[in-house]
């Protein structure tokens, strides 16, 4: 706007003057006589007339000239501003196409490698599953009908004992005929063991319990299977444990820090000539190396033929505290039965 107010102004300025010229020459050449003031006032007409069209005729085109400009003006800035976007939108397409190649490839190395890997995995950890559901299933189906149990057991595998180890114990009953087993944690397996001592015709179990409401839950059902003459639940909370071998440096694998915890023993004081020990407790939640005080507690109770079974030997801390069995009491052998959750039978040699 300001360029065609600065444009008008000359014109402005030539148009004032080329008005006056006009108005002048004539009104002079009237005065002079040179013609008439008719003829005068005429070319003063006709003059302004034809500044006028030559002023408009000026105006117009420099208003083509300054359209022109502007016209060129804003393609030069549309030019530039599609150049830019073109370029900013090649700049992305460029990097996109760079990142799905990386997309691509690392689903390539999904499609050729991960997912295989994952697929063996998953078969691998379906075909154990399922060999161990059919274990655990064959060797329930063996328990029930050897023992000749009710139709309602109490529940084997996940915190119970697996029927697999229950299966191992009973065989051992069968074979050495305990007069005393103990177990350390008491639960399904009291009821199962309880069956077992009765079917060999003797023995009783202790079974030992730090929960006292675990241990009124295993008496309840050791009486709703009326085997309180076979099976004793005993609580004994767990207390500091300060006997044993030296323990494990701190930070070594299975090494158990602070004070070690244990089924109080003064409860277990009268327990003589253990035949069979069960080891399933205390729970791995009550400290590193939970079951270790098992052995150094009770070893010197037991009958010289005593046959220990660990449950859970798969657990790191199970073989641990086993190696601590084996190195602190040179007459033990371990032998490692294949269970679901691992078992370790140790015998005097
Ligand atoms: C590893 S579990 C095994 C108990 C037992 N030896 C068995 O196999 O049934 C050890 C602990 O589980 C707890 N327990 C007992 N009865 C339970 C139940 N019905 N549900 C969950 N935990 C139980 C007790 O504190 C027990 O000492």
């Not at 083509?64 to 502007?70: G, H, K, Q, S, W």
């Not at 006997?243 to 701190?250: I, L, T, V």
């Not at 009770?298 to 657990?315: G, K, Y």
């Not at 790191?316 to 032998?335: F, K, Q, S, V, Y």
Request: charged share 25%; proline share 5%; with cysteine.
């Amino acid at each position: 706007m300001r360029s065609l107010r600065s444009l008008l102004r000359p014109l402005l300025v030539i148009g004032a003057v080329a008005g006056a010229a006009v108005l002048a020459v004539p009104v002079a050449l009237g005065a002079l006589g040179l013609i008439g003031w008719v003829d005068a006032a005429a070319l003063v007409l006709l003059g302004a007339l034809g500044g006028a069209v030559f002023v408009l005729a000026l105006g117009l085109l420099l208003l083509r000239r300054t359209v022109n400009r502007l016209a060129t003006s804003v393609s030069t800035v549309m030019d530039t501003h599609s150049r830019r976007v073109a370029e900013t939108l090649g700049r992305d397409r460029l990097e996109a196409a760079r990142s799905m190649d990386g997309v691509k490839e690392r689903l390539t190395h999904l499609r050729d490698h991960s997912l295989p890997k994952l697929t063996r995995e998953v078969t691998h950890a379906i075909t154990v599953q399922g060999r161990n559901d059919y274990e655990q299933q064959v060797a329930w189906t063996e328990l029930r009908e050897h023992l000749g149990t009710p139709t309602f057991m109490p529940p084997l595998r996940g915190w119970a004992a697996s029927p697999d180890v229950m299966r191992l114990l009973v065989r051992e009953i069968d074979r050495r005929r305990p007069e005393l087993v103990v177990e350390c944690g008491s639960g399904s397996s009291s009821v199962w063991i309880g069956y077992a001592l009765r079917r060999a015709g003797g023995g009783r179990l202790v079974a030992v319990e730090h929960d006292a409401r675990y241990a009124e839950l295993s008496r309840a059902l050791v009486a709703s299977h009326g085997l309180e003459d076979v099976v004793e639940v005993r609580t004994a909370p767990l207390t500091e444990f300060t006997s044993g071998g030296e323990e494990p440096e701190d930070g070594a694998e299975g090494a158990g820090g602070g004070p070690r915890q244990w089924y109080d023993t003064s409860v277990l004081a009268d327990l003589e000539g253990i035949g069979l020990l069960f080891v399933d407790g205390p729970p791995e939640a009550t400290g590193a190396q939970a079951r270790y005080p098992a052995v150094p507690a009770l070893l010197p109770h037991c009958s010289e033929d005593v046959v220990i079974i660990l449950d859970d030997a798969s657990r790191t801390d199970e073989r641990a505290l086993g190696d601590r069995w084996l190195a602190e009491n040179p007459a033990l052998r371990r032998t490692e039965e294949a269970a679901e959750k691992g078992a370790h039978v140790f015998t005097r040699s």
